[in-house]
């Protein structure tokens, strides 16, 4: 079946550091991916996506490519910021067969330190 | 403004007695759906609808009830709750009936604890 794996965390960072959070997947066809962000006592908002293998998804300079041949989908921001400080969730989506949604991953709780 | 409102926010109940939680969306989209939010877990999709009338289980459908008789509104139904559906739970709606390309645009969540 489908699964997202990805690190949990916490991640710990200084502002102004590189960012990446590790994405791999394992799925029939060919999904689309998403990364969703949750910021504390929020629902979840759509951050970047990406519908086919090569595809660069960006967002408020997050970025991730859709990396077919190793079925992953890395999150990469060049500069983190505090505000950034959220839970962070890959998923991929799902359809035909009896099945329509999003599957998860656990996600990853991102804390940045001034 | 565009949202997706889910009621109560937050829920203390017991044992076995009937609730009901409350989705809605002014979007007039075709797709909306059900998360639970466990630690450790990540989401898990409970039920979903592709259109009025149209309901299926998602991955985690036990103990759960849902009906779409409205384009607008997806209510969860709980009819014996127990301590284990104790959760933070997602109502989603997306604009059309696959999700598989489009933004799922998630409510503010509710926090359900089952004494």
């Known amino acids: 079946g489908n699964s997202v794996t990805q690190m949990e965390g916490p991640v710990t960072l200084s502002e102004e550091a590189f960012l990446t959070i590790n994405c791999t997947y394992t799925?029939?066809?060919?999904?689309?991916l998403f990364w969703y962000v949750q910021y504390p006592g929020e629902g979840l908002q759509l951050l970047l996506k990406?519908?086919?293998?090569?595809d660069k998804g960006s967002n408020k300079g997050f970025e991730a490519t859709y990396r077919k041949e190793t079925t992953s989908f890395h999150l990469e921001k060049g500069s983190v910021q505090v505000s950034d400080s959220a839970v962070y969730f890959c998923?991929?989506?799902?359809?035909?067969?009896?099945?329509?949604?999003?599957?998860f991953g656990k996600g990853t709780h991102l804390i940045i330190q001034p | 403004e565009a949202q997706v409102t889910q009621n109560p926010r937050y829920l203390i109940t017991v044992t076995g007695k009937k609730l009901t939680v409350t989705c809605s969306q002014n979007?007039?989209?075709?797709?909306m759906s059900w998360y639970r939010q466990d630690p450790g877990l990540g989401l898990r999709q409970i039920y979903y609808?592709?259109?009025?009338?149209?309901?299926d289980k998602g991955d985690v459908p036990e103990g759960y009830k849902v009906s779409r008789k409205e384009k607008r509104n997806f209510p969860l139904i709980l009819e014996s709750p127990s301590p284990n559906q104790t959760s933070l739970y997602f109502c989603?709606?997306?604009?059309?009936?696959?999700?598989?390309?489009?933004?799922?645009?998630f409510g503010p969540g509710t926090r359900l604890t089952v004494l």
């Open positions: 989603a709606s997306s604009p059309l009936g696959l999700a598989a390309f489009n933004e799922q645009f």
């Open positions: 799925a029939t066809g060919y999904p689309s």
């Open positions: 990406a519908t086919k293998a090569d």
């Open positions: 998923a991929l989506s799902r359809s035909g067969g009896g099945a329509d949604g999003l599957t």
């Open positions: 979007m007039n989209h075709e797709y």
């Open positions: 609808s592709m259109n009025v009338e149209v309901t």
